[in-house]
T-cell receptor, first 115, second 113 residues
Framework: GAVVSQHPSRVICKSGTSVKIECRSL??????MFWYRQFPKQSLMLMAT?????????EQGVEKDKFLINHASLTLSTLTVTSAHPEDSSFYIC???????????FGPGTRLTVT | QKEVEQDPGPLSVPEGAIVSLNCTYS??????FMWYRQYSRKGPELLMY????GNKEDGRFTAQVDKSSKYISLFIRDSQPSDSATYLC?????????????FGQGTELSVKP
């Protein structure tokens, strides 16, 4: 089956630093990728839609200058959390939309802890 | 009011029981309904999807949609300890997974041996 990887799986950083999370589709091409965040025992909330070669579309209330998204190839999207604060601590999950099947596959998630 | 409401549980059942998981929604434009399973600290995995009102069966799983009542259900027959996970419903206004997915809160299920 289609596989989406995320790296790192877990990261701890200090307040004020930036963290980059990678999302890769391993065996399919994805023009569109999605970034979600999930707080404990909460739903997945869509943060932004990432399209290869163009600017990401952010959901209402998500700061585009704080959560930088780059989708430079058909298999890789990155999310950079800039000037991270403790309230940014969360589980970040990406998904990739297979160009052929139009099915959305989720990555395993990245646990970010900001101290 | 949230667009999608789901009882967070937790729900604990004995092995072999029939499990019923439910979501209600308020947006009548939703056309595509999905159920995901999420194990602890993992990403969601798609279990089933359906477009129309009615039932759809896949092995031990049955998805049911009632658009008139804005209510969807997932039934698990002969539940197993390996079914222990969080189950999330998701919906979209698109007729496929390419659009924005709105998730329920997730129901935590525990199947006891």
């Amino acid at each position: 089956g289609a596989v989406v990887s995320q790296h790192p799986s877990r990261v701890i950083c200090k307040s004020g630093t930036s963290v980059k999370i990678e999302c890769r589709s391993l065996d399919f091409q994805a023009t569109t990728m999605f970034w979600y965040r999930q707080f404990p025992k909460q739903s997945l909330m869509l943060m932004a839609t990432s399209n290869e070669g163009s600017k990401a579309t952010y959901e209402q209330g998500v700061e585009k200058d704080k959560f930088l998204i780059n989708h430079a190839s058909l298999t890789l999207s990155t999310l950079t959390v800039t000037s991270a604060h403790p309230e940014d601590s969360s589980f970040y999950i990406c998904s990739a939309l297979d160009n052929l099947s139009y099915e959305q596959y989720f990555g395993p998630g990245t646990r970010l802890t900001v101290t | 009011q949230k667009e999608v409401e789901q009882d967070p549980g937790p729900l604990s059942v004995p092995e072999g029981a029939i499990v019923s998981l439910n979501c209600t929604y308020s947006n009548s434009a939703f056309q595509y309904f999905m159920w995901y399973r999420q194990y602890s600290r993992k990403g969601p995995e798609l279990l089933m999807y359906t477009y129309s009102s009615g039932n759809k069966e896949d092995g031990r799983f049955t998805a049911q949609v009632d658009k008139s009542s804005k209510y969807i259900s997932l039934f698990i027959r002969d539940s197993q300890p390996s079914d222990s996970a969080t189950y999330l419903c998701a919906m979209s206004e698109s007729y496929n997974q390419g659009g924005k997915l709105i998730f329920g809160q997730g129901t935590e299920l525990s199947v006891k041996p």
